[in-house]
């Protein structure tokens, strides 16, 4: 795993460890979280509930907003912290549109990832990868393709 990932998931642990409610990590992080390659990563991409995100955001100097800069996504609450290497996306009641109507993607399974003595969550491999094929885009597929090839 890249050392800017490393870094950037380990800030988010230590933001995140004093939440209340489940939270997760999706998206390419996740899938390297799971080991397999994700390719190209961005940025880390945080799920978390209202509650937390109204109390955690704003301690990083961060404003809440509403919306995302996708189309096809939107978040109640969305916030970017650009203090770690990679940019970290913050989304609380994150929504995806898929065929014309929007639906809630909150994870149902919850693994715990140790990195470097910090806790993280994600998505089982199996509901990660079901939510990657949702999204739809063609990274998101082939990342949902590397995931599933883990457990082949």
Known sequence: MEQALVASLEAVADVMENAQDP???????????HGADP????DVDVLLSLRDARRIIPTLGLALHQGS???EFRSTIFATWR??????????GFHHCQGGRWRAIVPATCQRIAL?????FVPDRAELGSILQSFGRPKDLARAARLAALSA
Do not use: R
């Not at 390719?39 to 961005?42: C, I, K, L, M, S």
């Not at 203090?83 to 609380?92: I, K, T």
């Open 39 to 42: 390719g190209p990563v961005g």
């Open 83 to 92: 203090e770690p290497p990679l940019p970290v996306e913050f989304m609380a």
């Open 116 to 120: 470097d003595g910090k806790t993280l």
């Open 69 to 71: 800069h996708h189309a």
């Open 23 to 33: 939270w997760w990590i999706i998206a390419s992080a996740a899938v390297a979280l």
